[in-house]
């Protein structure tokens, strides 16, 4: 497959074609944070399996359809359904969403997940505001012949997590129930669940929260300049944590018991940055 900027213009322009505004927030929804899809108001839907050179999301509970509509009278583009490294996909396949976002005209992107914490003083159901992520795996998502129409061969990330964003989610969480805390997420490729050794190491090179999505699209939005937030909902305590093994059954329970709290959360994000942007 070759990865030119005309593969990726193809998705954008039927998507252009279907949407019927240009988005300024793009978010992407993480396991279990599906429903705050269902907030979106006016919604438009387009499956992924329309879109052309786009991906199929194939993980338990990911819908996978692009969902345009307003929240908070903001106009965004909601994917309902990502796409990970453990279901087969190469690196560089995982930068298409957010390269489809840039060529839509998307001002700032938010990606949301479900993580285990590996940092003690965290609990099931806090949150954490990415401030910079670890991936110890060799491959980039940026692999290959670069595309200078998204950004340069080699590129800054220092900031790729916008200070100016998570200076807004700070604030937020301010007015918000829950317990948001700010720290740096641990990437892993999966689908297995870390070993608790693992989840040693990770601590000790200072990790506070371990998952298994968002760099790769992280990564994507630092190469093309676009403002990004991550947020990252603990579901659990990371393997070896509790003398208890983990289950998918914890990670849903717990995305379903904060999932209002944090809807209410993320609607007031995109309020507040809508006014930035
Ligand atoms: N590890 C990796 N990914 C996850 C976890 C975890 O403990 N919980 C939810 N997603």
Do not use: W
């Not at 005309?6 to 252009?16: D, I």
């Not at 240009?22 to 929804?29: G, N, T």
């Not at 786009?54 to 359904?81: D, N, W």
């Not at 998307?106 to 990606?111: N, W």
């Amino acid at each position: 497959m070759t990865f030119d900027f005309a593969f990726f213009e193809k998705s954008a322009e039927y998507v252009r074609g279907r949407a019927p505004f240009q988005p300024e927030i793009a978010i992407v929804l993480g396991s279990c944070l599906g429903p705050f899809a269902d907030s979106i108001q006016n919604p438009v839907s387009i499956d992924y399996a329309e879109i052309p050179n786009f991906l199929i999301s194939t993980a338990p509970s990911h819908a996978g359809k692009l969902i345009f509509g307003t929240v908070a009278g903001r106009r965004v583009v909601c994917m309902s359904g990502r796409f990970h490294y453990y279901e087969g996909y190469d690196f560089e396949q995982l930068t298409i969403p957010v390269r489809l976002f840039k060529l839509l005209g998307v001002k700032a992107t938010i990606l949301t997940n479900a993580a285990g914490a590996i940092n003690t003083a965290y609990r099931p159901g806090d949150v954490m505001i990415v401030s910079d992520h670890i991936k110890m795996t060799g491959a980039s998502p940026l692999r290959g012949a670069n595309i200078s129409e998204f950004g340069d061969r080699f590129f800054d990330t220092t900031q790729m997590y916008t200070p100016e964003l998570r200076e807004i989610a700070r604030e937020c969480a301010k007015h918000s129930n829950l317990n948001v805390h700010e720290g740096v997420y641990f990437y892993f490729t999966g689908p297995q669940f870390e070993t608790p050794a693992e989840i040693r190491a990770a601590r000790i090179l200072g990790g506070d929260a371990a998952g298994m999505s968002t760099v790769t699209e992280a990564l994507t939005a630092a190469h093309c300049k676009m403002p990004l937030l991550a947020l990252s909902v603990m579901t659990n305590m990371a393997a070896g944590v509790l003398d208890a093994p983990l289950s998918t059954e914890e990670v849903d329970r717990t995305g379903e018991k904060i999932a209002h709290e944090f809807s209410a959360y993320l609607t007031q994000i995109i309020q507040k940055i809508g006014e930035t942007i």
